[in-house]
């Protein structure tokens, strides 16, 4: 898909744009079920703080030939590179459960933020999309977002002490509800004041792009319904992360660098009919 001038003017001007029903109830499907096959094991799984419920999935492209082909969807790819004006990478792959009842919010924070002091991605030249895996409702913990807060650029914080008795804290405490860098209330309020609030809802095959430096949150779901969303980090190739200190592990912070080239339109459809033929 080819964004057209007043999308991305308006792209630009929010920092983030909602595309209802981009993908197919059958394109959604094999996600779902992609989704539902993954070895459980995974280095990449954070939990929210209850220990059962499943948090967050990190770098499940590495090991999914499906998960890998649609970070090259051309209906993905094509806009960002519009938008960014540039060839891009996979900077990161996850999938956000926020499961019916236990999952867990995310405070008010910037993406950039953590890529900026966790793996010194010099620039703010990135762009997330999410899919939504479920219809997203007023009910499940849309995401909250305060549309045109890229504009004022990245927001200078401290992180929270992290507890470095706790294993695996190190690269977990930039994911778990206790969000290492969060922004604070009086930030918050000024910001909404100023730009109002928006929390896009819609049908499964939903997308929505957006900035890293978007101030954004989601409340915890107390509702029956599950919001799993696939959220997908891409970066221009002339910003890459400056090698400092120990880097955050690959299953969060990718090392391929190499401009991704975009599939076909069908990539996902065409997967399963080969799988059925083998």
């Not at 030939?65 to 990161?92: A, D, G, N, T």
């Not at 999938?95 to 995310?106: C, I, L, R, Y």
């Not at 409340?219 to 319904?225: A, C, R, W």
Request: aromatic share 10%.
């Amino acid at each position: 898909m080819e964004l057209s001038e007043k999308l991305i003017h308006k792209y630009e001007e929010d920092g983030l744009l909602f595309l209802p029903e981009y993908f197919s109830d059958r394109e959604i499907s094999i996600l779902q079920n992609e989704l539902s096959h993954l070895p459980e094991d995974a280095p990449g799984k954070v939990l929210e703080n209850n220990k059962k419920t499943v948090r967050a999935l990190h770098g499940c492209h590495e090991y999914s030939e499906i998960f890998k082909s649609v970070v090259r969807h051309p209906r993905l790819l094509k806009p960002v590179m519009q938008i960014l004006k540039k060839s891009v990478y996979l900077y990161q792959f996850k999938v956000n459960m926020k499961a019916a009842f236990t999952g867990d919010s995310w405070p008010w924070h910037q993406d950039y933020t953590f890529w900026s002091k966790e793996d010194y991605l010099p620039t703010s030249e990135a762009i997330s999309v999410s899919i939504f895996l479920d219809e997203v409702n007023h009910f499940n913990s849309p995401i909250y977002f305060i549309p045109g807060s890229h504009k004022g650029g990245l927001i200078d914080i401290e992180g929270q002490m992290e507890d470095r008795s706790k294993k695996g804290t190190d690269w977990e405490a930039s994911f778990s509800a206790n969000l290492k860098y969060c922004l604070d209330c009086t930030t918050v309020t000024q910001m909404v004041k100023k730009r109002g609030m928006l929390a896009p809802v819609g049908s499964k095959g939903s997308v929505i792009l957006f900035h890293s430096n978007i101030a954004h949150a989601s409340t915890p779901n107390i509702s029956p319904y599950d919001r799993r969303q696939i959220i997908i980090s891409y970066s221009s190739i002339k910003n890459i992360p400056i090698p400092k200190n120990q880097p955050r592990p690959a299953f969060l912070v990718c090392r391929d660098y190499n401009p991704l080239q975009p599939e076909k339109d069908d990539v996902l459809l065409s997967l399963i009919y080969d799988t059925i033929n083998c």
